[in-house]
């Protein structure tokens, strides 16, 4: 198919349509979704993982025709009732000392918010983040992000001796070894305003970082007076049966909590929503005019994202998400597959590595799609699984089998 948009993506071909609602249960959305010829698929795509309820619920639905009626704009100079719910809702869930929020509408919006944040709390101009990293696409975003292919022309960081738009003061890390992280404390120490981690690194193939790594971040950023970021776009919104993945791995010790945290993608839950969250105390740093976006805490985006907190809670979606990556471990267990060297995650954020040289998984992609499920395969050599919190044990059957025919 000749394709209208930039060139930018690898399509799939595939033209989706609609969500399937044969076999849903009452009050669930969707597991599913059939292209224009038909076929139905199981998604464990989600749109990248921002499908939490899955698709369409109808809770969620009826919230955001609710405030399409009412109110759907308003300028970031108004208050509206939405924009109040959602920064409480996060205040209630992410627990920051007087919490107070930035909404936006992409996860690289709110990665460039908690940079700037972070520049003018600190009054510093280094942020340090890690090889693999993913943080978003725009130029101080992907500056954090550690894909050279990604970054080029545009953004070039300290000791990269190339011509680019841009030179960005970002150092990178080693992820999970905190004597590089020391290292580089030593090195620009005073300098450095944050250190940015994805607790569990996502596009890099689902890697989770251990207790003692995030940990140690916390001892070194409060020893150096750098503040702690936390990204959560993909690992948070209760994706890891906690409402962050910080929560899940570290625990909910306020002493051991970062200083700012972002998300996006399952907040809205299908609705284009972004937040990052910090303490009252460093907010107060985002002075008149420091910040600011058009269509960021619109009331429409506001509803949706409150209602999937909301309808995240009252159905009970937590608990379901923290039960996936144990039920396909036993599952694999069961039935074994050589190819498969680890199935690794938190709750519904689940990587299944691929053994073999080159990208032994970059197939998969087309191969499980041809077999009625769709999946994204992360650095060539890890399927990744980012299904609905309420998915189970049939789904991550079906899931397993079609991946053991795909590799056959
Ligand atoms: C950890 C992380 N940070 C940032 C982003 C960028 O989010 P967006 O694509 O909404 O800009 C992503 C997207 O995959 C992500 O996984």
Redesign the pocket.
């Known amino acids: 198919m000749h394709d209208l948009r930039w060139p930018t993506y690898a399509p799939r071909n595939l033209m989706l349509e609609s969500a399937v609602f044969d076999d849903v249960a009452p009050g669930r959305g969707s597991l599913r979704v059939r292209d224009t010829e038909g076929n139905v698929y199981l998604d464990a795509v989600n749109g ?1 993982g921002c499908l939490p309820l899955g698709h369409a619920h109808p809770k969620w639905i009826a919230a955001i025709e609710q405030q399409m009626r009412k109110l759907v704009g308003a300028a970031g100079t108004f208050f509206t009732a939405p924009q109040q719910q959602l920064a409480g809702e996060l205040a209630a869930r992410v627990k920051l000392k007087d919490a107070r929020t930035f909404i936006g509408n ?3 919006e709110v ?1 460039e918010a908690a940079l700037k944040l972070a520049m003018r709390a600190s009054g510093r101009d280094i942020v340090m983040v890690f090889e693999r990293a ?4 725009t130029l101080g ?1 992907l500056a954090m992000t550690a894909n050279a292919a990604y970054r080029q022309p545009y953004v070039a960081c300290i000791g990269e001796d190339r011509t680019a738009f841009a030179t960005m003061n970002v150092v990178r890390a080693r992820f999970g070894d905190l004597d590089s992280v020391a290292a580089l404390f030593e090195q620009y120490g005073p300098r450095i305003a944050m250190v940015a981690v ?1 607790p569990i690194q ?2 890099a193939g689902i890697y989770p970082a251990s207790r003692e790594f995030l940990v140690g971040l916390r001892e070194l950023c409060s020893r150096h007076g750098a503040l702690l970021g936390d ?1 959560e ?2 690992s948070g919104s209760g994706r890891t049966g906690k409402f962050l993945a910080w929560d899940t791995l570290v625990g909910d010790d306020p002493s051991l909590q970062p200083d700012i945290v972002w998300l ?2 399952a907040v809205g839950g299908g609705f284009p929503v972004a937040a990052c969250v910090t303490t009252g105390a460093h907010a107060e740093h985002m002075i008149k005019g420091s910040h600011g976006s058009t269509f960021g805490g619109n009331p429409l985006a506001c509803a949706a994202a409150v209602a999937t907190l909301r309808i995240m809670d009252e159905d009970g979606l937590l608990p379901l998400a923290a039960a996936q990556l144990p039920a396909l471990q036993a599952i694999a267990a069961e039935d074994p597959e050589p190819r498969v060297k680890d199935v690794r995650g938190s709750g519904a954020m689940i990587g299944i590595e691929i053994t073999g040289d080159g990208q032994p998984a970059a197939p998969l992609g087309d191969a499980m799609q041809r077999l009625g499920v769709l999946v994204t395969v992360c650095s060539g050599h890890t399927v990744r699984l980012l299904l609905p919190y309420h998915a189970g044990a049939n789904e991550l059957r079906q899931i397993w089998s079609t991946l053991r025919r795909a590799l056959a």
Do not use: V
């Open positions: 990248i992409t996860g690289t990665t993913f943080h978003g696409r975003a994805e996502g596009e990204d776009i993909q996006a993608k």
